[in-house]
């Protein structure tokens, strides 16, 4: 028996809003969408991974703004919706109107999951997400320990701050494989400074080669 054909990936609409500007014509221009702003640490990092499981299986526009760097459209969102900010923070909208949001550690698949089946229609194929970020600067210190050149304590302290600093918005996947070394950061809300030995979880070399291996 053939298999079913499989439906082609579908390019999932991710846009920077960079100004207020930009802001109005992404609303203007799709009248079911998302704005997603993102912060400076592994909240966004992890409020974007859940989010990115929705958008492979449902249709919805996104735009993104990097709070820091882009603050005029961060505080246009704000002052058109009257929600207050938060990053990250995910804001549904139709017809430019405000329809949900929720912010931080709260952007869970339990906080999604009715608001989508509601609200977004699905996907007849898988949505593609890309975006810009990549995780070169994990292999190179993942590198460096396995060629000796960290000690595993050296190499945790690094490790732990690069993850919690990343504000990237990765896939859930990348995400979970990322937190895998030292815990996944929500179950801390953000205590990771309260790890205790690098080799608690297992043989630490072979989790790093394994790790690495994973991430191609």
Known sequence: M???????????????????????????????AAVFKAGTCHK?????????????????????IRVVDWRPASNHVAERTGIIHHSPQFILFREGEPQF??????????????????????RSGEGA?????????????MRAFL??????????????????????????????LLSRLFGDPDAYHGGLHQLGAPQARGDLRARVQALLTELG
């Not at 859940?50 to 249709?59: A, G, I, N, Q, S």
């Not at 949001?101 to 699905?122: C, G, H, K, M």
């Not at 997400?129 to 210190?141: G, K, M």
């Open 2 to 32: 053939t298999q079913a054909t499989q439906q082609p990936e579908q390019q999932q609409v991710l846009v920077p809003l960079t100004t207020p500007e930009e802001v109005d014509t992404f609303l203007k221009e799709y009248p079911l």
């Open 129 to 141: 997400i890309a975006t810009e970020d990549n995780v070169e600067p994990y292999r190179r210190l």
């Open 147 to 176: 060629d000796g050149g960290l000690s595993e304590w050296a190499f945790q302290d690094q490790y732990v701050t690069l993850f919690r600093d990343d504000a990237s918005l990765r896939s859930q996947r990348e995400f979970e």
């Open 101 to 122: 949001e929720v912010n931080n550690w709260d952007i869970t698949s339990q906080a999604l999951t009715p608001v989508f089946e509601a609200q977004v229609p699905r």
């Open 44 to 64: 966004t990092m992890q409020g974007f991974g859940v989010l990115e499981t929705f958008l492979k299986r449902h249709d919805l526009p996104v735009g993104f």
